[in-house]
């Protein structure tokens, strides 16, 4: 299935106007977050009005920077940033890591799906070279277009996403304090409590044991009961 210019134009603008608003939220500056990400102000504001597309390193960067966790992105409406994010020293130097990152697990999805770089190209309708520099990670891939590239070979966004740097540790931070804020205050205080931690470590020890394995531990249980 080819890209769609028109869908890729549309997924660009409303990327873009999540970004500025976002960013107006976080009282941030075109050029403090155009200064975070190694771009021009131009080129950041370019971003915003939905000219040019942001890449996925650079909107990980730019989510990170203002302190909003990544999936915020993937919703319609923007949020107010609550959590400011420790600084890395380079979010620049992530970004250019990320890319090349991006390219190598695409290019292995692409070769476990048995698809040749050609064939891929000519199905999306893109040149092979330019398929290629994504793959190598020489060129950003727009977020737009990395979505449709994702979808040919059985990949999401956020398959692609950070999911152990320092982008992707915090924002695992975010999802496990408002998973924490939603559960009920019987629950919260009993998980604040130092005293329950114990209760705890083992419910998570009986999560990760396989199947059969608890069930025999649950019939020991009901033997001793009974």
């Not at 370019?46 to 990170?64: A, C, H, Q, R, T």
């Not at 020489?138 to 070979?153: D, N, Y």
Request: charged letters at 25%; one cysteine or more; aromatic letters at 6%.
């Amino acid at each position: 299935m080819a890209i769609n210019p028109q869908a890729l134009i549309l997924r660009t603008k409303i990327t873009g106007a999540l970004i500025r608003d976002f960013r107006q939220k976080a009282c941030k500056s075109i050029d403090e977050c155009a200064k975070a990400i190694g771009v021009s102000s131009q080129t950041f504001e370019d971003y915003e009005l939905g000219i040019k597309p942001v890449s996925l390193p650079e909107l990980e960067g730019i989510s990170y920077f203002i302190g909003v966790p990544i999936e915020h992105f993937w919703e319609v409406e923007a949020r107010t940033p609550e959590v400011e994010p420790e600084r890395i020293v380079n979010i620049n130097q992530l970004i250019r890591i990320r890319q090349s990152m991006i390219g190598a697990m695409l290019k292995q999805a692409r070769m476990e799906s048995g698809l040749e770089l050609a064939a891929l190209a000519g199905e999306l309708n893109i040149d092979s070279s330019c398929l290629e520099a994504y793959e190598l990670g020489e060129v950003p891939i727009p977020l737009s277009e990395l979505e449709a590239l994702a979808t040919p070979l059985n990949r999401s966004i956020r398959d692609l996403q950070d999911q152990h740097g320092p982008v992707g540790t915090w924002n695992n931070k975010q999802k496990n304090l408002k998973g924490f804020l939603n559960l009920p205050p019987e629950m919260q205080d009993f998980v604040g409590k130092p005293i329950n931690h114990p209760y705890l470590e083992l419910a998570k020890r009986l999560s990760e044991m396989p199947v059969d394995r608890l069930r025999a531990v649950a019939e020991g249980l009901l033997e001793i009961t009974y």
